[in-house]
T-cell receptor, first 119, second 109 residues
Framework: SAVISQKPSRDICQRGTSLTIQCQVD?????MFWYRQQPGQSLTLIAT?????????ESGFVIDKFPISRPNLTFSTLTVSNMSPEDSSIYLC????????????????FGPGTRLLVL | RKEVEQDPGPFNVPEGATVAFNCTYS??????FFWYRQDCRKEPKLLMS???SGNEDGRFTAQLNRASQYISLLIRDSKLSDSATYLC??????????FGAGTTVTVRA
């Protein structure tokens, strides 16, 4: 597996402001992802963070609202821009790692998440 | 139809009981399947990968039925610490995972 950290762990923000969430992993990984988990719901993929190129966004998510950076193979940021109360959620980064203990299966591991409350 | 569907439960079982639940997926081309465990206010943690027809890890058994497009998770000899939400995840290709909404299990003393 991998050790993944996220900052901040939680924040309370005013509507109209922006928050940048950082994700750091302790080893170089090719694939990093950003998910959102709204209260009582499952995880929804926002985008794949590509190193050296623009992120690939899923349907319903756009770069202007969720700009993503991926400057190297161990780090990524997600910005939640012009926030509204509907953006209140947990934001999680994940990395994909080849799990040699599980028949070389490609497996995703998650960071601890960032809890965001927008007032 | 949702890509991944789970019975939300809750499954409320006594300690020592066996509990099992399913997850259905819509994309017949899916190749990789996973069960994650999520505790309240925590991130999902990988419980099991499911490949071939299934696999077993201690008290946990996962099975894959490609013909009917579902995977199952069975927990034997339930412990209080097994209380959690269990998320099913299906690899859609291109490294992406689609998650079910989760099945809540509560084990009571």
């Amino acid at each position: 597996s991998a050790v993944i950290s996220q900052k901040p762990s939680r924040d309370i923000c005013q509507r109209g402001t922006s928050l940048t969430i950082q994700c750091q992993v302790d080893s170089q990984v090719t694939m990093m992802f950003w998910y959102r988990q709204q209260p009582g719901q499952s995880l929804t993929l926002i985008a794949t963070a590509n190193q050296g190129s623009e992120a690939t966004y899923e349907s319903g998510f756009v770069i202007d609202k969720f700009p993503i950076s991926r400057p190297n193979l161990t780090f990524s940021t997600l910005t939640v821009s012009n926030m509204s109360p509907e953006d209140s959620s947990i934001y999680l980064c994940s990395v994909e790692i080849t799990d040699y203990e599980r028949s070389d299966q490609e497996t995703q591991y998650f960071g601890p998440g960032t809890r965001l409350l927008v007032l | 139809r949702k890509e991944v569907e789970q019975d939300p439960g809750p499954f409320n079982v006594p300690e020592g009981a066996t509990v099992a639940f399913n997850c259905t997926y819509s994309n017949s081309a899916s190749q990789s399947f996973f069960w994650y465990r999520q505790d309240c206010r925590k991130e999902p943690k990988l419980l099991m990968s499911v490949y071939s027809s299934g696999n077993e890890d201690g008290r946990f058994t996962a099975q894959l039925n490609r013909a009917s497009q579902y995977i199952s998770l069975l927990i034997r000899d339930s412990k209080l610490s097994d209380s959690a939400t269990y998320l099913c995840a299906v690899n859609l290709g291109d490294y992406k995972l689609s998650f079910g909404a989760g099945t809540t299990v509560t084990v009571r003393a």
